[in-house]
């Protein structure tokens, strides 16, 4: 962009729009401001070198642990904790605003605290597992971002808080809920706000929007116990509330992939229709009792879910056309509706299903031709064409009858696609 003004300078004066000397001064006012570019470069290294450092220091110290004694290795210990706060503590002295400083010190430091924690209850014979490892590193982590307002430290935190769930939920204990897990997120989600809402959204942005998206789709599922079915109105509530989220004015992007609220809320709800497309589910469920589905925990979850749906859809609607709003946004909602059919008949719902995902792919393909999007237009092909697929596994036609089936996707696949191009050429 800077080029292309530059450039058009010596025409601009030519036609005295503007002087000799205010053009001078526009051409250094650009040769003098740094580039963007360049400062996201520099961050960039700032954090692979403060990564590369820590891991230098520690291959050096592994390979002579056992001949050192227990006040070298706790001084080894600490060393990078201390030798951390020491430089973060001279850029808050300082009042620097390098992002590319506190992003590396904020780095280097978190690890620093791993590694001191690690050292010390070895030394100490302390016991203790993994889990609880990582509950204390990312407890200690938490005055890092803040304090140091780091970007980095927060991406670090939303990956070790998952990890912490996944390891007491999924991989050790089914029965907990990963309760500090919630606490935690909770915690970040300040950050989250006042750094990018209030301020300029950037890469950053969109990483944390991605990894927020997924640390909390992935660790919903620590409340499947007891009354699994249930949990799928849960994801089926969350997903839609990720939808609603992206329509509004605050969560959205100039691209799509880069809406991690809209990506992975709408493929987590053609997902999941896809997967209750198959009778599976309905089977189990027919044979499921209203008091049944009261007894455990999924049912405040799900309710709670389903309420923060409602809610966003309400304020939306309030202050938008309810026409602007993706369809997929009302998917919990007809989800509920069909859920309590199939307790009585599993078969009607799983038709409903079917015709769910048939108008979610229609609906979309009719937005990607309105906005002449062809990433849009082929998603919902793509989505009929799953479902075509999912039905091949399941139906008694003849392989003639599928075989056209597919040979009809394709043609549309084509077909539309070259009637798109054609009409931006025009």
């Given at each position: 962009?800077?080029?292309?003004?530059?450039?058009?300078?010596?025409?601009l004066?030519?036609?005295q729009?503007?002087?000799?000397?205010?053009?001078q001064?526009?051409v250094?006012?650009?040769?003098?401001r740094?580039?963007?570019?360049?400062?996201?470069?520099?961050?960039?290294?700032?954090i692979l070198?403060a990564?590369l450092?820590?891991?230098?220091?520690v291959?050096i110290i592994?390979?002579?642990?056992?001949t050192?004694?227990?006040?070298?290795?706790?001084f080894i210990?600490?060393?990078?904790l201390?030798i951390g706060?020491g430089?973060?503590?001279?850029?808050?002295?300082?009042?620097?605003?390098?992002?590319?400083?506190?992003e590396?010190c904020?780095?280097f430091?978190?690890?620093?605290?791993a590694?001191s924690?690690?050292?010390v209850s070895?030394v100490?014979?302390i016991?203790g597992?993994?889990?609880?490892?990582?509950?204390?590193?990312m407890?200690?982590t938490?005055?890092i971002?803040?304090v140091?307002?780091s970007s980095?430290?927060?991406?670090?935190f939303?990956?070790?808080?998952t990890w912490?769930?996944c390891e007491?939920?999924?991989f050790h204990?089914?029965?907990?809920?990963?309760?500090?897990?919630w606490?935690?997120?909770?915690?970040?989600l300040p950050?989250?706000?006042l750094?990018?809402f209030?301020n300029?959204?950037?890469n950053?942005f969109?990483?944390h929007?991605w990894l927020l998206v997924?640390?909390?789709t992935?660790?919903?599922g620590?409340?499947a116990?007891?009354?699994?079915?249930?949990?799928m109105?849960a994801?089926m509530?969350l997903?839609s509330?990720?939808?609603?989220l992206?329509?509004?004015?605050?969560?959205?992007t100039n691209?799509?992939l880069?809406?991690?609220?809209?990506?992975v809320?709408?493929?987590g709800?053609?997902?999941?229709l896809?997967m209750?497309?198959?009778?599976?589910?309905w089977i189990?469920?027919?044979?499921?009792?209203?008091?049944?589905?009261v007894?455990g925990?999924?049912?405040?979850?799900a309710?709670?879910?389903?309420?923060?749906g409602?809610?966003?859809?309400?304020?939306?609607?309030?202050?938008n056309?309810?026409r602007?709003?993706?369809a997929?946004a009302?998917a919990?909602?007809l989800?509920i509706?069909?859920?309590?059919?199939g307790?009585q008949?599993p078969?009607?719902s799983q038709l409903?299903i079917?015709?769910?995902?048939?108008?979610f792919?229609v609906?979309?393909?009719?937005?990607g031709?309105r906005?002449?999007?062809?990433?849009?237009?082929?998603?919902?092909l793509?989505i009929?064409?799953?479902?075509i697929l999912?039905?091949?596994?399941?139906?008694?036609?003849?392989?003639?009858?599928?075989g056209?089936l597919f040979i009809?996707?394709?043609?549309g696949?084509?077909a539309?696609?070259?009637y798109?191009?054609?009409q931006?050429?025009?």
């Amino acid at each position: 962009m800077n080029k292309n003004i530059l450039k058009e300078l010596p025409e601009l004066v030519r036609a005295q729009v503007i002087s000799e000397d205010t053009a001078q001064k526009i051409v250094s006012y650009y040769n003098d401001r740094p580039s963007s570019s360049a400062n996201r470069l520099f961050i960039v290294f700032g954090i692979l070198g403060a990564l590369l450092i820590g891991m230098g220091i520690v291959l050096i110290i592994a390979h002579n642990w056992d001949t050192l004694p227990k006040f070298a290795k706790l001084f080894i210990g600490l060393l990078p904790l201390l030798i951390g706060q020491g430089v973060c503590g001279y850029l808050i002295i300082k009042g620097s605003e390098s992002k590319s400083w506190r992003e590396g010190c904020a780095t280097f430091l978190v690890f620093g605290v791993a590694i001191s924690i690690s050292i010390v209850s070895q030394v100490y014979n302390i016991e203790g597992n993994l889990a609880g490892f990582l509950l204390v590193w990312m407890a200690l982590t938490i005055p890092i971002v803040y304090v140091l307002r780091s970007s980095m430290a927060s991406l670090l935190f939303i990956c070790g808080i998952t990890w912490y769930a996944c390891e007491v939920a999924y991989f050790h204990s089914q029965d907990n809920f990963a309760k500090f897990y919630w606490l935690l997120i909770l915690a970040i989600l300040p950050f989250y706000y006042l750094e990018f809402f209030q301020n300029n959204k950037n890469n950053f942005f969109y990483f944390h929007s991605w990894l927020l998206v997924l640390s909390v789709t992935i660790c919903l599922g620590v409340f499947a116990h007891s009354q699994e079915e249930l949990i799928m109105i849960a994801y089926m509530s969350l997903f839609s509330c990720f939808v609603i989220l992206s329509e509004f004015k605050a969560f959205t992007t100039n691209r799509v992939l880069t809406n991690a609220y809209l990506v992975v809320g709408s493929l987590g709800i053609i997902t999941l229709l896809l997967m209750l497309s198959f009778d599976w589910y309905w089977i189990e469920l027919g044979g499921t009792s209203l008091p049944d589905l009261v007894s455990g925990v999924e049912l405040p979850v799900a309710a709670a879910l389903t309420i923060a749906g409602g809610i966003l859809l309400l304020i939306f609607i309030q202050t938008n056309n309810v026409r602007d709003i993706n369809a997929k946004a009302f998917a919990f909602l007809l989800f509920i509706v069909i859920f309590f059919i199939g307790l009585q008949s599993p078969l009607a719902s799983q038709l409903l299903i079917n015709l769910v995902i048939l108008g979610f792919a229609v609906n979309t393909i009719r937005n990607g031709a309105r906005q002449n999007h062809l990433g849009i237009l082929n998603y919902g092909l793509l989505i009929i064409t799953s479902l075509i697929l999912c039905r091949f596994f399941d139906t008694d036609f003849s392989f003639v009858v599928r075989g056209l089936l597919f040979i009809a996707v394709g043609a549309g696949f084509f077909a539309a696609n070259f009637y798109m191009i054609q009409q931006r050429k025009k």
